[in-house]
């Protein structure tokens, strides 16, 4: 069983930085793929960014390419979303999610057996 707790998110004009944490449960974190989610009202939940077991590669959705960084620390068992140059369009609750699936679609949020509950960022315009 793995416990995911996402911290960080807040108000941030358009333009601004925020950088968020998910903090997991358990000694095996290295044994899990993780992900960054985001759900705004009304919308289903959306992919941003992904990073391998080792943090070797990460992978982004398109929208977020260039202005977001993912990073974890197997040692801290934690997983970083850096958010430079926020857009209105950004807000939502973001959740981290793990799975220990192989071969997985890291863009499927189905893939993923652990969720948090979430963070949320509001970017003003």
């Known amino acids: 069983q793995v416990q995911l707790v996402e911290s960080g998110g807040g108000l941030v004009q358009a333009g601004g930085s925020l950088r968020l944490s998910c903090a997991s449960s358990?000694?095996?974190?290295?044994?899990?793929?993780m992900g960054w989610f985001r759900q705004a009202p009304g919308k289903e939940r959306e992919y941003v960014a992904a990073?391998?077991?080792?943090?070797?590669?990460?992978y982004y959705a398109d929208s977020v390419k260039g202005r977001f960084t993912i990073s974890r620390d197997n040692a801290k068992n934690t997983v970083t979303l850096q958010m430079n140059s926020l857009k209105p369009e950004d807000t939502a609750v973001y959740y981290c999610?793990?799975?220990?699936?192989?071969?997985?679609?890291?863009?499927?949020?189905?893939?993923?057996?652990?969720w948090g509950q979430g963070t949320q960022v509001t970017v003003s315009s």
């Open positions: 999610g793990a799975t220990g699936r192989s071969a997985i679609n890291h863009r499927d949020a189905g893939q993923y057996d652990y």
């Open positions: 990073i391998s077991r080792s943090g070797g590669t990460t």
């Open positions: 358990g000694r095996t974190f290295n044994n899990y793929f």
